[in-house]
């Protein structure tokens, strides 16, 4: 695996913030006239996250970096970039926020980076070559953080939700080693779009194939530069794909083994499937759709699960993103994964969420939609929207005054 940009260099440590408030898949299903069966044996998910209108993408990607950087970290960080694509301003980069909050140094180069779901990957790349280049012995930070909008009704409602993920990039790769080259596809389509900051739309099937398309495409190029991953339940130890909802991974191996076997034997692809992609998604099934986030949060899903994962087990990853851009590449588990990534946190704060009712959800997300563009809101915090979970404090949207943003901690 040639690509000595990445040699060496990897994930040190990994943070994810899920929010605080869920809603049951099954309670919106009844709601809205579903067959909530279906809908989960289709989607294979369970709930999703929820946010306030005190909860943005700033929040949220403080929320997610916070609690693993230590002072030290912080003083090291010389690159911080935020991708998302629920920007809070059409100018003032978020990252601008976050850099403040997180208290890192000013000599820190910050930027937003957006390029859909597959931002975040191209922001750990464009973050890995400054470290091979210009770090000087510096680390880099990136923080994917996004949530979906309003969307009563529509067909999507059901897939939406949101979470933020960090990860801290050094040559001390504790969790992820980045080698080789990935693989590359892209192609102009239009299949999900944002035409303003509270409308999110597009073609559901063009999605669905454009999605497939990149992924045979960037398969077939990794597999040109990796000809050994061809031996695929062989090469890699476990499979994560891009979940814009958890479901779609199984249409995603599915599509990989066709591309690999002449033919495909449905019990041994289905037994594929159960024991090398299906565990890993059990907090992206408690999430929702959790944008360009949703590989890292399988990770720390995997790290946490696969009892028997070692230092340098290969782990393939297929990132993708509307428009639309696919990546595959191998990577290899740190040395001290676990230790350095959300476990039982993790998992602790999925179950402190506070499951809310349909009308609440409702409620919130009108709420929420309302404050996009306001010149000014005088935004009240829910009392009971309290950090139970390992005393973490909590960063959070206070007012909106002449369009100006105001964020503080919340402590324990």
């Known amino acids: 695996m040639g690509d000595l940009t990445c040699e060496g260099f990897g994930i040190e440590k990994l943070g994810i913030y899920c929010g605080r408030y869920a809603l049951r898949l099954t309670d919106l299903a009844l709601r809205r006239g579903l067959d909530a069966q279906k809908l989960q044996g289709e989607l294979l998910a369970h709930e999703r996250s929820v946010f306030p209108p005190w909860e943005d993408a700033v929040s949220m990607a403080v929320n997610a970096a916070d609690p693993m950087l230590s002072s030290a970290d912080r003083r090291a960080v010389g690159l911080l970039i935020v991708a998302s694509e629920t920007a809070v301003d059409q100018e003032k980069a978020l990252s601008s926020w976050v850099h403040e909050a997180l208290q890192l140094p000013e000599d820190c180069r910050n930027f937003e980076l957006k390029h859909a779901c597959m931002g975040t990957t191209d922001a750990i790349r464009m973050a890995l070559g400054w470290l091979a280049t210009l770090a000087y012995g510096r680390k880099a930070l990136v923080i994917s953080a996004d949530r979906s909008l309003m969307a009563f009704g529509e067909g999507w409602e059901t897939i939406n939700g949101g979470a933020a993920a960090a990860v801290l990039l050094s040559a001390e790769p504790h969790v992820l080693l980045y080698q080789g080259m990935p693989g590359i596809y892209t192609r102009n389509i239009?299949?999900?779009?944002?035409?303003t900051p509270r409308l999110e739309t597009g073609n559901s099937q063009e999605s669905l194939f454009g999605y497939l398309e990149a992924l045979d495409g960037s398969l077939a190029r990794y597999l040109e530069l990796t000809p050994a991953a061809r031996d695929y339940d062989h090469y890699f130890v476990a499979h994560i794909y891009h979940a814009p909802f958890p479901g779609m991974t199984y249409r995603a191996h599915r599509c990989v083994h066709q591309q690999l076997q002449s033919?495909?034997?449905?019990?041994?692809?289905?037994?594929?499937?159960?024991?090398?992609?299906?565990?890993?998604?059990?907090?992206?099934?408690r999430i929702g759709t959790s944008f360009g986030a949703s590989t890292l949060i399988s990770l720390a899903c995997l790290i946490r699960r696969k009892y028997a994962l070692r230092p340098g087990d290969c782990v393939s990853f297929y990132a993708y993103g509307a428009g639309s851009c696919g990546e595959f590449y191998g990577a290899r588990v740190g040395a001290d994964a676990a230790a350095n990534a959300p476990g039982e946190d993790l998992e602790a704060a999925l179950n402190a969420r506070k499951c809310i009712s349909v009308d609440e959800y409702e409620e919130l997300e009108r709420a929420v939609d309302d404050c996009i563009g306001k010149k000014d809101v005088d935004i009240r915090i829910d009392p009971n929207w309290t950090p139970r979970c390992g005393g973490q404090r909590l960063y959070a949207l206070r007012h909106i005054s002449n369009y100006v943003r105001s964020y503080g901690w919340i402590e324990a």
């Open 190 to 195: 239009t299949d999900v779009i944002r035409p």
């Open 263 to 285: 033919s495909v034997d449905r019990d041994e692809f289905r037994n594929s499937f159960e024991k090398r992609v299906l565990p890993f998604l059990e907090y992206n099934r």
